[in-house]
């Protein structure tokens, strides 16, 4: 019976053991220079992404700077974004604007990496019809983005595994957002991901 409890005793604390290393393997965190972020930290990013409605078979592309927060530890937020230089790349949709819904976005780093956006984020886009109807998209829905370090700071990427956004125009889940927002410090030091 002791030998019994011995080896049971011995096996949780290998699963407890084996648990934590797992932890921290994946416990991901805002650094800046190398340096854990100890208050939230400001930060302006910028980038290039398409919008793209698959039930409304229109998509376009803008350019984009946003301002935001990150850490301390896995948190962040987007508190401002604005979307310009916008072009239609797919249907019909002429002088196309897009402008972010849901602000202030807030994210957590999760194993991947990734960032987590919470709530309903998304993005209202307008096109004009002929030169005289105007048409109102709103897309929205939690996703998420690749996280990478790159030389510049730290890549967000809408890609493949980014959840689809409900548009009111398309129908569920036709709400495509593809592209890359660099994610930096204003002040000076490397902003990464560890």
């Excluded at 049971?8 to 648990?19: D, E, I, K, N, Y």
């Excluded at 301390?72 to 819904?101: F, M, Q, R």
Aim: hydrophobic share 35%; aromatic share 4%.
């Amino acid at each position: 019976m002791i030998r019994v409890r011995t080896l049971a005793l011995a096996l949780v604390a290998v699963f407890a053991l084996s648990a934590t290393v797992a932890s921290s393997a994946f416990a991901l965190e805002w650094k800046l220079n190398k340096e854990a972020i100890k208050v939230a930290t400001k930060t302006k990013s910028e980038g290039k992404l398409t919008l793209q409605d698959k039930g409304a078979k229109v998509k376009i592309e803008c350019e984009g700077t946003d301002e935001g927060t990150v850490g301390p530890g896995v948190k962040d937020e987007l508190t401002a974004a604005k979307a310009s230089k916008c072009k239609t790349l797919e249907g019909t949709c002429e002088e196309p604007t897009a402008e972010p819904l849901g602000l202030p976005w807030k994210t957590s780093l999760v194993a991947g990496p990734r960032d987590e956006i919470e709530g309903k984020p998304g993005w209202k886009v307008v096109c004009k019809i002929a030169g005289i109807f105007k048409i109102t998209d709103e897309c929205t829905g939690a996703t998420s983005t690749g996280i990478s370090n790159v030389a510049g700071g730290v890549d967000a990427t809408f890609e493949e595994k980014s959840k689809n956004a409900n548009c009111t125009v398309g129908g569920e889940g036709q709400g495509v957002v593809r592209g890359t927002d660099l994610i930096k410090s204003p002040e000076s030091g490397k902003l990464t991901v560890e």
